[in-house]
T-cell receptor, first 110, second 115 residues
Framework: AQSVTQPDIHITVSEGASLELRCNYS??????LFWYVQSPGQGLQLLLK??????LVQGIKGFEAEFKRSQSSFNLRKPSVHWSDAAEYFC????????FGAGTTVTVRA | GAGVSQTPSNKVTEKGKYVELRCDPI?????LYWYRQSLGQGPEFLIY????????DSGLPNDRFFAVRPEGSVSTLKIQRTERGDSAVYLC?????????????FGQGTRLTVV
């Protein structure tokens, strides 16, 4: 069975500071991993995805994620957060059928 | 259209009633997905269509839920005898095809409230 755990329900970060969101997965084979962002009133938007190859993946809006097989993790990072990054972030695993984590809400303070 | 369109955006219905939720995928997208997102949770997979057929409906919670895509484009999610526990945001997504190199684009969802 495939599943995702996002240990942090809510993170508050200062504008300009770095951000790291944790994601741990369980998957029976080589995992296909995704990070989505959901802003209020907006649909889910894909930030980045990992299928194979380089374990450091670059995405949109300055985000990156690193796949670590030994730790079953796919953490999302951004070096310098902007106020517009305040949103809910979801990690997901799967192919056509995605299993999502419960999400991490990011608050950005000035 | 420019993106996945879902109608209505909000639906309030009484317990026991029947509802239909509509999804218009991006033109040319052969794959279509329905997910359900309860408050404070991530989306949960319901059903996946490839063309007109349901390739995987393993996420439908019970036989009150049914979805169709008769012409391989628009899809309708149908819920019979609604219950308060059905209250959630129902998300639709589409992609160009099956496979890992195709990105799924999500609509903004239909918020269903059963009172």
């Amino acid at each position: 069975a495939q599943s995702v755990t996002q240990p942090d329900i809510h993170i508050t970060v200062s504008e300009g500071a770095s951000l790291e969101l944790r994601c741990n997965y369980s998957y029976g084979a080589t995992p296909y991993l995704f990070w989505y962002v959901q802003s209020p009133g907006q649909g889910l938007q894909l930030l980045l995805k990992y299928f194979s190859g380089d374990t450091l993946v670059q995405g949109i809006k300055g985000f990156e994620a690193e796949f670590k097989r030994s730790q079953s993790s796919f953490n999302l990072r951004k070096p310098s957060v902007h106020w517009s990054d305040a949103a809910e972030y979801f990690c997901a695993v799967g192919d056509y059928k995605l299993s999502f984590g419960a999400g991490t809400t990011v608050t950005v303070r000035a | 259209g420019a993106g996945v369109s879902q109608t209505p955006s909000n639906k309030v219905t009484e317990k026991g009633k029947y509802v239909e939720l509509r999804c218009d995928p991006i033109s040319g997208h052969t794959a279509l997905y329905w997910y359900r997102q309860s408050l404070g949770q991530g989306p949960e997979f319901l059903i996946y269509f490839q063309g007109t057929g349901a390739a995987d409906d393993s996420g439908l919670p019970n036989d009150r839920f049914f979805a169709v895509r008769p012409e391989g484009s628009v899809s309708t999610l149908k819920i019979q005898r609604t219950e308060r526990g059905d209250s959630a945001v129902y998300l639709c997504a589409s992609s160009r095809g099956q496979g890992l190199n195709t990105e799924a684009f999500f609509g903004q969802g239909t918020r269903l409230t059963v009172v």
